[in-house]
Structure formats: structure tokens, C-alpha cells
């Protein structure tokens, strides 16, 4: 079935996730409060060909990407234009949860509606210059390297009390949290014009976080959530129903992969298959004994890196979910399954890998 992408509200686009070795992209379409998944296509990143074409680093990745999305572009059978709503690895979209803070003279007064600008507009400008600083010092990139795609305050407080809105509230100490998603320009620029010139229009740029805050904010009101990628890991740390922070770790599914292709001395789409098949337990016992052996080493790196959370509540999702070294480090654990979302229904009958659910919950987002 050919896809055909247009403008109108309830007309199908694409969910295209760009992350840290593979391409994911779901053709979506909304109508009456529900997302329908009518396709979906994984395609793993591959350097065959290229090595030998004189690229640069960054030219290297941008080629390796544009093959993968054309490859997924021709499985889902997508007749241009194609409407997307877009989001990369983050580790180049970042995202961070800022807090600031405002002092009021006349704590008797209320706040107007004038006031209440001023206020938001002094609180969104110091969130700008707190991560411009950040990046700077540790990074090195200069303010104007940078472009801010969102800056949401996601939680208000007027004497520690929580608060919709502040206008028409009294009070002197004001706190905020406010949720701030931002990438380098040039490399933004340059997925862009990629995708433009395979014939896709990127209506907007999405980060995981603001997903998560949607999604799940009445539903969750404590836990941490772990979106586990092939090379990342975002933790996403929920208290009283508000993103309290984000963490990023160089940690991912792939560490797995690259255990069974080294000591197997298999080829890498192989050692990927048989991590999948050990992942949903469908290898024989003595098989996956030895597998389970081989990531002894994994496990403890995986334990120590999350050991202050090994009793939280923890949700899981993202490729490497299903491992067991990584869901039985967890007391409190649930799994995030597309079938758990009420309002998604998969229309393809064939979207079940666990890699498609950071997707499908950007797809809700309105």
C-alpha cells in the first residue's frame, strides 16, 4: 500500500526517530483523539561503501544516516511529500531541565497580567543563559552555536505552593522549572537540508522529555524513566508529577551486541539477532546460559551505573528494555509496551519491537 503525505490535520505523517545506530519511522495518522500506526520501518545504520569515498567524520555520519532514511523511505512505500515530526539521538538534542527563581517587592500585590510577562519573560531569558553557560564550559560551544528549539516552564511555585498560573496570585519567592531543548545549529542545519532534499518537510523538532512530561504527568506522579538506546541512555526523573531532571548516559544495547560479535567472531547483524532472540527468551536453555556468562562483566557495569535507582519506580522502554541484564536490575519495574497506550492502536500488526515506543510517544504529543 503506497503511503500518500499531505497537509491536512488528519492526513498521515512521520515519526522519524534518527538515533544512535539505526533510523526508526512510523507512519502515522490521527484522527478523533487516537494515533494509528499504518507502518513501520527499522533500518540499522551501514558503513558498506563509504569508507573508501574520502568523507569526513561528519560527512561519514550524514551519509550513513541519508542511506538508512532512504532505505526506510522505501520500505514504507512514501509517495512525496512527506509531512514529519522529527527527533535525533540525544546526544546531539539535548535537553535540560533549568531551575530560576523570582523575588517580588510588594508580596501583598497581585500579580497582573503585565507583571506576569515580565516575570516569564526574565525567567526564560536566565534559563537561556544557564545552559549557554553550561554548554561553554564544558563543551567549549559559543552562544551563538546554539539554537533553542523549546523553552517550556513546566512547573510554577509561589511560596512552595504549586500553581497553575501565576497571575492573580500574592506572594515574594517565585520558582520555576523550565524544560529547555536545544541542538548545534550547523548540525541541525545540515539534517535539514538532508531530509528536504529526499523530498521531506520537517514540520517540527521533538525531544524524548517533552513527551514524557505530556504523557505521562498525570498518570506518574514519582518514578524514573529509561529510554534504553542502542549507544544512550536518557533517564528521565519524574517527582510530584513534574520532570525534576534529565541524565544521559554513553550506555546502551550496543554494549551487548559488541560482547556476543567479539567473543562469537560473528558479524554484527548476526550478534544482533541472536541478543534479540536472547532478549525474548527464545533460545534454548543451554544457548542462552552461555550468553547470560558472556555478559557477566555487563551486568556489573550496568548495576553500578544505576544503583541509586535499583529501588525507585522505574519505567522502561527503548531497544535494550527487554534484556535481562538491564529490567531484572530493577525491583520496581514496568515495561513500556505500544500496547499499553490506550489511545495508539497498530494498525500494521507489525510495529511490536520495543525500539518504536520513544516514537509512538512523541506521536501523542499534540
Known amino acids: 500500500m503506497e503511503l500518500k503525505f499531505g497537509k ?50 561528519d560527512e561519514f555520519e550524514m551519509e550513513m544516516i541519508k542511506r538508512a532514511v532512504l532505505a526506510a523511505k522505501k520500505e514504507l512505500l512514501i509517495k512525496e511529500p512527506i509531512s514529519v515530526i522529527l527527533t535525533l539521538s540525544p546526544k546531539v538534542l539535548k535537553a535540560k531541565v533549568v ?12 500579580i497582573s497580567k503585565k507583571e506576569e510577562e ?17 554548554n561553554s564550559e564544558k563543551s567549549g560551544i559559543l552562544p551563538n552555536d546554539i539554537n533553542f528549539l523549546s523553552l517550556d516552564i513546566i512547573d510554577k511555585e509561589i511560596e512552595g505552593y504549586k500553581v497553575p498560573n501565576i497571575q492573580n496570585y500574592q506572594g515574594k519567592n517565585l520558582s520555576f522549572k523550565i524544560l ?23 514540520l517540527k523538532t521533538v525531544h524524548l522529555a517533552q513527551a514524557v512530561k505530556v ?23 519524574v ?25 562469537l567472531n560473528i558479524d554484527k547483524e548476526e550478534a544482533r539477532r541472536l541478543k534479540e532472540k536472547y532478549s525474548n527468551g527464545s533460545l534454548s536453555s543451554e544457548t542462552e546460559n552461555r550468553i547470560k556468562e558472556m555478559f557477566s562483566n555487563e551486568r556489573k557495569i550496568w548495576r553500578d551505573l544505576f544503583r541509586k535507582n535499583q ?56
Open 8 to 57: 491536512k490535520k488528519e492526513e498521515p505523517f512521520l515519526v522519524l526517530d534518527i538515533g544512535t545506530e539505526a533510523v526508526k519511522a512510523l507512519a502515522i495518522k490521527k484522527s478523533n483523539g487516537k494515533v494509528f500506526i499504518l507502518n513501520s520501518s527499522l533500518q540499522y545504520f551501514k558503513d558498506e561503501g563509504i569508507f573508501n569515498r574520502g568523507f569526513s567524520e
Open 99 to 110: 531551575e530560576g527563581v523570582s523575588v517580588r517587592e510588594k508580596r501583598e500585590k497581585k
Open 118 to 134: 515580565i516575570i516569564y519573560k526574565y525567567i526564560l531569558k536566565a534559563a537561556k543563559d544557564d545552559v549557554l553557560k553550561y
Open 180 to 202: 529547555t531543548v536545544f541542538i548545534i545549529n550547523s548540525y541541525f542545519q545540515g539534517i535539514l537540508k538532508m531530509l528536504q532534499d529526499l523530498g521531506m518537510k520537517v
Open 215 to 237: 504523557v505521562f504527568s498525570e498518570k506518574v506522579k514519582d518514578g524514573v524513566f529509561f529510554d534504553i538506546g542502542g549507544k544512550a541512555v536518557q533517564a528521565f526523573f
Open 239 to 263: 517527582k510530584a508529577g513534574t520532570l525534576e531532571s534529565i541524565d544521559l548516559f554513553n550506555r546502551g544495547g550496543a554494549d551487548f551486541t559488541e560482547r556476543i560479535f567479539d567473543v
Open 311 to 366: 529501588k525507585s519506580s522505574v519505567f522502561l522502554f527503548g531497544g535494550g528494555s527487554s534484556l535481562p541484564e538491564i529490567k531484572d536490575m530493577f525491583k520496581k519495574r514496568q515495561l513500556i509496551d505500544i500496547k499499553d497506550l490506550k489511545l495508539v492502536e497498530d494498525l500494521s500488526k507489525k510495529t511490536k519491537s520495543p525500539q518504536f515506543v520513544p516514537s509512538v510517544l512523541i506521536s501523542l504529543l499534540p
